[in-house]
């Protein structure tokens, strides 16, 4: 960012800032990520939604919070990513995000990123402190990063932080932009690798989002093609020797896993669903889109940089 954007008298210098919210059937959580964008005290938010064709209470919901946003349309897509490239690509803000329909940002997120980034020109990317919550109000899981590189982010299994406590620079968008739209799950880690080869990070102690644990969520639901789909990401871009101590763990906890459901299976009364479990959750089973995501990791290349 250029230090002679540093904001002045009534906010007049402050960057626009746009916010691209994708959301698919998520209505029971978009009130609070929609009031969570508008009630911040910055002066010029861009708030954009991207609705899949929603078959819930969300379109309603958009209609009735239609005079603080910028932009809202309700169509089928082609998933999170396309959502977020094509809602980025109508933006205009100096500085961008993407925040989730079941996530949050806490008071004063959206102005500790910006003067984070403000006070250091050339960086195309901050980092925050984010954590999680249950649908109980249960707080978990509080990352705080210090550091956001290469090295670091090879190391993801093991060390993450919240993708909702990011923001970059239009600059850095530009340069390792868009999202990869074949990718379902890390997204954000594959363009975080790119952004990380072309612009320095800085982090921010403060807490700026908070991201809800519910059954519903992608990451929860299917966490082994979640994991996976990082690892291969991760490989794509030379992280294949940080991954090995993770790899190994992470290779205990799934025979530990399949042998936890194995023994579900013959213990539960209600076998259907256990074997229904265990078909989905199993890394080695079943074909669709995990054997997809297994083709397509046996094809990448492990040593490419980014």
């Known amino acids: 960012m250029d230090p002679s954007a ?79 490239n094509r809602g980025l690509h109508r933006s205009s803000g100096r500085i961008l995000a993407w925040l989730n329909a079941d996530d949050w940002y806490e008071p004063g997120a959206l102005r500790a990123a910006v003067a984070a980034l403000l006070a250091a020109p050339g960086a195309g990317a901050v980092a925050g402190v984010g954590e999680m919550q ?57 363009f975080w690798f790119r952004l990380t080869a072309r612009r320095p990070w800085v982090t921010t102690p403060t807490l700026l989002s908070t991201s809800l644990r519910h059954a519903q969520a992608k990451t929860r639901a299917r966490p082994f093609h979640a994991n996976l789909e990082a690892i291969a990401v991760i490989a794509r871009h030379g992280g294949s020797e940080a991954l090995r101590p993770g790899l190994r763990r992470y290779a205990d906890w799934l025979a530990a896993e399949d042998a936890r459901l194995r023994t579900k299976a013959e ?15 199993r890394p080695c089973s079943g074909e669709g889109a995990w054997g997809k995501l297994k083709a397509w990791l046996c094809r990448l290349p492990v040593s490419r940089s980014s």
């Open 6 to 84: 540093q904001p002045t008298s009534a906010g007049a210098a402050w960057p626009l800032v746009s916010v691209v919210t994708p959301v698919l059937n998520q209505g029971r959580f978009l009130e609070r990520c929609l009031r969570s964008v508008a009630e911040q005290d910055y002066p010029r938010i861009e708030h954009i939604v991207m609705d899949g064709g929603s078959a819930d209470e969300t379109v309603a919901i958009l209609r009735r919070h239609a005079p603080q946003l910028a932009h809202w349309e309700s169509a089928p897509d082609g998933g999170q990513a396309a959502a977020i």
């Open 134 to 190: 249950d649908e109980a109000g249960q707080r978990s899981l509080r990352q705080a990063p210090t550091q956001v590189n290469s090295a670091v982010l090879a190391r993801w299994l093991e060390a993450f932080f919240w993708q909702p406590s990011v923001f970059f620079t239009r600059e850095a968008w530009s340069e390792a932009g868009p999202l990869d739209e074949s990718l379902e799950y890390a997204l954000d880690l594959d």
């Open 267 to 281: 213990s539960s009364p209600d076998t259907a669903a256990t074997a229904k479990e265990l078909s989905s959750s």
